[in-house]
């Protein structure tokens, strides 16, 4: 008919599909900005982690060092006791024995990233599989922590204060230290020292491992 005015499909279509691109455009452009974000929170989360692994390094290092020298004075104090060597010699090594550290393994950086929940950000799966296996590790050492400390505190540690000279440091007669008690308690002693060696040694590689071929950002 002569008064029906011809819609330009055409014109229409081009027109929606300019609006269509612009929200995706838009919506696009939002997604980066929010996956920027996401990934600056877990930059910052990585770099605490790293810092803090470093210093679980370094803590870790110097009580391997100390876990050593209380191994070898343990093993020298056995071999002492059943050779009758000089008793100021065997109550030396008594004394040295009773200088056992904790081995502190620092967490904070990693439960910051578990309990905001940032942890989800972290697209690289091997990179969150490897700290959360070096944290889950960090639990498993704390345990011959543990029995380690125990020991010490519920087997040598009462017997040398019933039975050495705390305050001058002095030797105690023979008969303290040349008996199947003491001896049974420093070879417990010396168990739970030999397994937490292995297993700082063993947390100490992982470290490494983790530490190698990173950096901070």
Not at 11 to 33: D, K, M, P, S, Y
Not at 166 to 177: F, H, K, L
Not at 198 to 205: F, H, M
Request: aromatic residues 12%; glycine residues 4%.
């Amino acid at each position: 008919m002569r008064g029906t005015k011809r819609i330009d499909w055409l014109n229409h279509f081009l027109e929606f599909i300019v609006v269509v691109i612009g929200i995706l455009l838009a919506f696009q452009l939002n997604t980066c900005r929010d996956d920027s974000k996401e990934q600056a929170v877990v930059n910052q989360h990585i770099n605490s982690i790293i810092e803090e692994t470093e210093l679980n390094k370094g803590s870790l290092e110097a009580s391997l060092a100390q876990t050593e020298a209380l191994l070898t004075t343990a093993d020298t104090l056995i071999v002492a006791i059943e050779r009758k060597d000089p008793m100021p010699k065997i109550g030396g090594l008594s004394m040295r024995m009773l200088g056992l550290n904790y081995t502190y393994y620092k967490k904070n950086a990693y439960n910051s990233l578990v309990a905001t929940g940032d942890i989800r950000f972290i697209n690289d799966f091997k990179l969150k599989e490897e700290i959360i296996g070096l944290y889950e590790f960090y639990n498993w050492a704390e345990g011959l922590e543990t029995m380690t400390r125990n020991t010490f505190t519920e087997y040598f540690f009462p017997f040398a204060m019933e039975n050495l000279d705390m305050n001058n440091g002095n030797y105690q007669d023979r008969t303290i230290y040349d008996n199947k008690k003491y001896l049974n308690i420093i070879s417990t002693y010396r168990y739970t020292l030999k397994a937490r060696k292995q297993k700082q040694e063993e947390t100490l590689d992982l470290i490494n491992q983790f530490l190698e071929n990173r950096s901070l950002d």
